[in-house]
Protein backbone atom coordinates (compact mmCIF):
# COMPACT_ATOMS: atom_id res chain seq x y z
CA UNK A 1 0.00 0.00 0.00
CA UNK A 2 0.92 3.55 -1.00
CA UNK A 3 1.19 6.02 1.95
CA UNK A 4 1.14 9.78 1.59
CA UNK A 5 1.53 12.80 3.73
CA UNK A 6 1.03 16.07 2.57
CA UNK A 7 2.49 18.99 4.41
CA UNK A 8 3.58 22.68 3.57
CA UNK A 9 0.19 24.56 3.96
CA UNK A 10 -0.11 27.94 5.49
CA UNK A 11 -1.66 31.36 5.07
CA UNK A 12 -0.45 33.42 2.41
CA UNK A 13 -1.43 36.65 0.74
CA UNK A 14 -3.45 37.03 -2.49
CA UNK A 15 -0.98 36.80 -5.14
CA UNK A 16 1.18 35.10 -3.04
CA UNK A 17 3.11 31.45 -3.61
CA UNK A 18 3.41 28.31 -1.75
CA UNK A 19 4.61 24.99 -2.32
CA UNK A 20 3.10 21.79 -0.98
CA UNK A 21 4.87 18.59 -0.73
CA UNK A 22 3.83 15.22 -0.56
CA UNK A 23 5.51 11.94 0.82
CA UNK A 24 5.12 8.91 -1.02
CA UNK A 25 6.31 5.94 1.05
CA UNK A 26 5.71 2.06 0.33
CA UNK A 27 6.21 2.17 -3.15
CA UNK A 28 5.12 -1.07 -4.96
CA UNK A 29 4.50 0.26 -8.48
CA UNK A 30 6.65 1.75 -11.31
CA UNK A 31 3.30 3.51 -12.53
CA UNK A 32 0.79 5.04 -10.39
CA UNK A 33 -0.42 8.85 -10.22
CA UNK A 34 -0.21 11.42 -7.77
CA UNK A 35 -3.25 13.59 -7.30
CA UNK A 36 -4.18 16.49 -5.62
CA UNK A 37 -7.40 17.86 -4.45
CA UNK A 38 -9.22 20.20 -2.00
CA UNK A 39 -11.87 20.76 -0.26
CA UNK A 40 -13.15 24.40 0.97
CA UNK A 41 -16.51 24.23 3.82
CA UNK A 42 -19.89 23.38 2.21
CA UNK A 43 -18.18 22.41 -1.36
CA UNK A 44 -17.39 18.96 -2.30
CA UNK A 45 -13.89 17.83 -2.55
CA UNK A 46 -12.03 18.47 -5.95
CA UNK A 47 -9.38 17.62 -8.06
CA UNK A 48 -7.22 20.17 -9.00
CA UNK A 49 -3.93 18.26 -10.45
CA UNK A 50 -2.91 14.84 -11.08
CA UNK A 51 0.99 13.31 -11.90
CA UNK A 52 1.88 10.42 -13.55
CA UNK A 53 5.42 9.36 -11.92
CA UNK A 54 5.93 7.35 -15.22
CA UNK A 55 6.94 9.73 -17.23
CA UNK A 56 5.67 13.66 -15.33
CA UNK A 57 2.63 13.91 -17.30
CA UNK A 58 0.49 16.10 -15.65
CA UNK A 59 -3.43 17.35 -15.48
CA UNK A 60 -5.45 20.12 -14.12
CA UNK A 61 -8.50 21.43 -13.19
CA UNK A 62 -9.52 24.74 -15.09
CA UNK A 63 -9.18 26.46 -11.53
CA UNK A 64 -5.95 26.46 -11.44
CA UNK A 65 -4.74 25.78 -14.83
CA UNK A 66 -1.55 28.17 -15.92
CA UNK A 67 -1.20 28.89 -11.81
CA UNK A 68 -0.24 25.15 -10.25
CA UNK A 69 2.43 22.94 -11.41
CA UNK A 70 2.67 19.66 -10.13
CA UNK A 71 6.22 18.12 -9.85
CA UNK A 72 8.26 15.34 -8.09
CA UNK A 73 11.45 14.57 -7.80
CA UNK A 74 13.87 11.75 -9.26
CA UNK A 75 12.31 8.62 -7.28
CA UNK A 76 8.71 10.28 -6.95
CA UNK A 77 9.47 9.71 -2.97
CA UNK A 78 8.32 13.46 -3.34
CA UNK A 79 5.54 14.81 -5.17
CA UNK A 80 5.56 18.61 -4.91
CA UNK A 81 2.12 21.33 -6.00
CA UNK A 82 3.88 24.71 -6.57
CA UNK A 83 0.69 27.37 -6.03
CA UNK A 84 1.55 30.87 -7.97
CA UNK A 85 -0.77 33.93 -8.08
CA UNK A 86 -2.91 32.29 -5.18
CA UNK A 87 -6.29 33.57 -4.76
CA UNK A 88 -8.91 33.69 -1.89
CA UNK A 89 -10.74 30.76 -3.48
CA UNK A 90 -7.92 28.33 -3.24
CA UNK A 91 -8.52 28.53 0.46
CA UNK A 92 -8.88 24.90 1.14
CA UNK A 93 -7.81 21.47 2.94
CA UNK A 94 -5.68 19.90 0.51
CA UNK A 95 -4.87 16.54 0.11
CA UNK A 96 -2.76 14.03 -2.03
CA UNK A 97 -3.73 10.80 -2.81
CA UNK A 98 -2.33 7.84 -4.50
CA UNK A 99 -4.03 5.63 -7.17
CA UNK A 100 -3.00 3.17 -9.73
CA UNK A 101 -4.99 4.06 -13.18
CA UNK A 102 -2.98 3.90 -16.05
CA UNK A 103 -4.89 7.67 -17.08
CA UNK A 104 -4.63 10.69 -14.94
CA UNK A 105 -7.31 11.42 -13.15
CA UNK A 106 -9.42 14.34 -11.09
CA UNK A 107 -11.68 11.88 -9.94
CA UNK A 108 -11.70 10.73 -6.13
CA UNK A 109 -12.54 7.49 -6.52
CA UNK A 110 -9.74 6.43 -9.31
CA UNK A 111 -7.71 7.26 -5.53
CA UNK A 112 -6.81 4.82 -2.86
CA UNK A 113 -4.51 6.06 -0.25
CA UNK A 114 -5.15 9.42 1.12
CA UNK A 115 -3.33 11.96 3.25
CA UNK A 116 -4.32 13.83 6.31
CA UNK A 117 -4.94 17.07 4.16
CA UNK A 118 -3.10 20.66 4.98
CA UNK A 119 -4.87 23.78 5.48
CA UNK A 120 -3.94 26.55 3.21
CA UNK A 121 -5.31 30.07 3.57
CA UNK A 122 -5.21 32.95 1.35
CA UNK A 123 -6.23 35.83 2.81
CA UNK A 124 -5.21 39.52 3.11
Known amino acids: QVHVVESGGGLVQPGGSLRLSCEVSGKTLDYYHIGWFRQAPGNEREGVAC????????EYDDSVRGRFTASGDNDWNMVYLQMNNLKPEDTAVYYCAAGSTWYASLLESDFDSWGQGTQVTVSS
Open 51 to 58: ISTYDGAT
